[in-house]
Each structure stands twice: as C-alpha cells, then as structure tokens.
C-alpha cells in the first residue's frame, strides 16, 4: 500500500502543480490582457499628439506662406507707387493732378453771389451757401472745387 499510497501522493502532487501552473497562466494571460488594453490606449493618445504637432506645423508653414505673400504685395504696392510718382499715402501723382485750377462759370458766380472768391473755400461758409441746392447739385458743386482745389 505504501506504493499506492506514493503514486496517489505524487498524482496529488502533479494535480497541485497543475492547479497552480494554470492559475499562474490565468494570472500571466489577465496581465498580458490589461498591457494590451493600457497599450491601445497609450498608441490612441499618442496618435491623437501626432495629429495635433502636424496641424501646428501646417499651420506654421501656411503662416510662413501667407507672410511671404504679404510681402510680396507690399513690395509690389511700394514699385507701383514709385513707379506712379505717389510720395505720401493719399496724395495723387502728377498725371492725376488736375491740368487747371478753374472753377466752371456757373458755379463761379453762385459762390460770388454768396461771397465766397477764388481763394481756399471754408467747408461751413461752402455749406451754408449751398444750403438752397438739392444733395445732387451740392455733392456736384463740391467735386469740381475739389478738383479745382480751392477747398480747404
């Protein structure tokens, strides 16, 4: 019996170590599993930094395009003004300067009648003058001294 009674312990034994070795792959399998779930999730939210750094460096270089562009531009607006002979923003090259400083005979002698002569008109006495006339013929009457230049 002490044969048997050592086969039934060494088949104890080996169901023992059985037992425990499948726990031990239970435990080493559930492991692997939340490694791999922690790693998925590690490579979503490196994925989604990637994603962002490569919109900041779109953007940078469409920055970096958009101020050459500008650039380009002001160059462009600076020769075309030089070439236009504009020295000052607003004011007007020569070839748009007007050719006399006359007033048309007609608007001359309604601004006589009202005391205002050929030298610079003052904007409040020009309106109060022009007071009788309709928004058309003020906005007319202003241009040409505008263009004669004898506003002020």
């Known amino acids: ?9 060494d088949g104890m034994l080996e169901m023992e170590a059985g037992g425990d070795l499948a726990s031990r792959l239970e435990r080493v399998v559930t492991l692997l599993e939340r490694t791999l779930g922690w790693l998925e999730e590690r490579q979503s939210s490196l994925a989604s930094a990637v994603e962002k750094i490569s919109a900041t460096v779109e953007m940078s270089r469409r920055e970096e395009e958009l101020e050459a562009k500008l650039g380009e531009a002001q160059r462009e607006i600076a020769e075309l003004r030089a070439a236009a002979g504009v020295t ?6 020569k070839a748009l300067e007007p050719l006399r400083k006359t007033l048309p005979s007609a608007t001359a002698e309604m601004l006589a009648k009202h005391g205002i002569g050929e030298t610079a008109v003052d904007v409040r006495t020009l309106d109060a003058a022009l007071a009788g006339l309709s928004l058309e013929q003020r906005i007319a009457v202003k241009s040409q001294l505008r263009r004669a230049g004898a506003m002020a």
């Open 1 to 9: 019996m002490e044969m048997d009674g050592m086969l039934e312990m």
């Open 88 to 93: 000052a923003v607003g004011s007007y090259p």
